[in-house]
Nanobody, 126 residues
Framework: QVQLVESGGGLVQAGGSLRLSCAASGRAFNLYHMGWFRQAPGKEREGVSCISSSDGNARYVDSVKGRFTISRDNAKNTVYLQMNSLKPEDTAVYYC???????????????????WGKGTPVTVSS
């Protein structure tokens, strides 16, 4: 069992930056693949980025490549999402998730996730 708590969301102007954090409690954090997902108003949840448990390989949805960076600190049981050059279309509730499998296109990532946080809202003003 893993509990996930996100933090770091807020209101930022377009072009600005935010760093999201996801603190995990429970055992074996280092064994889980971790992911960040988001859900904008009126839209389905989408995969934003994921990072593997073994080699730290990171993947991103095309819309955030070059702007967002995912990282994890296994000693602190925490995964981060550094978001730069934010755009109004990045506005959403961002969720952290942990799971045993991750693969395929971004729309498939959530199927491998077993644990979810409650989310942190990000609003980017134009």
């Amino acid at each position: 069992q893993v509990q996930l708590v996100e933090s770091g969301g807020g209101l930022v102007q377009a072009g600005g930056s935010l760093r999201l954090s996801c603190a995990a409690s429970g055992r074996a954090f280092n064994l889980y693949h971790m992911g960040w997902f988001r859900q904008a108003p009126g839209k389905e949840r989408e995969g934003v980025s994921c990072i593997s448990s073994s080699d730290g390989n990171a993947r991103y949805v095309d819309s955030v490549k070059g702007r967002f960076t995912i990282s994890r600190d296994n000693a602190k049981n925490t995964v981060y999402l550094q978001m730069n050059s934010l755009k109004p279309e990045d506005t959403a509730v961002y969720y952290c998730a942990a799971g045993w499998t991750v693969g395929g296109p971004p729309e498939d990532w959530e199927h491998g996730m077993s644990y979810w946080g409650k989310g942190t809202p990000v609003t980017v003003s134009s």
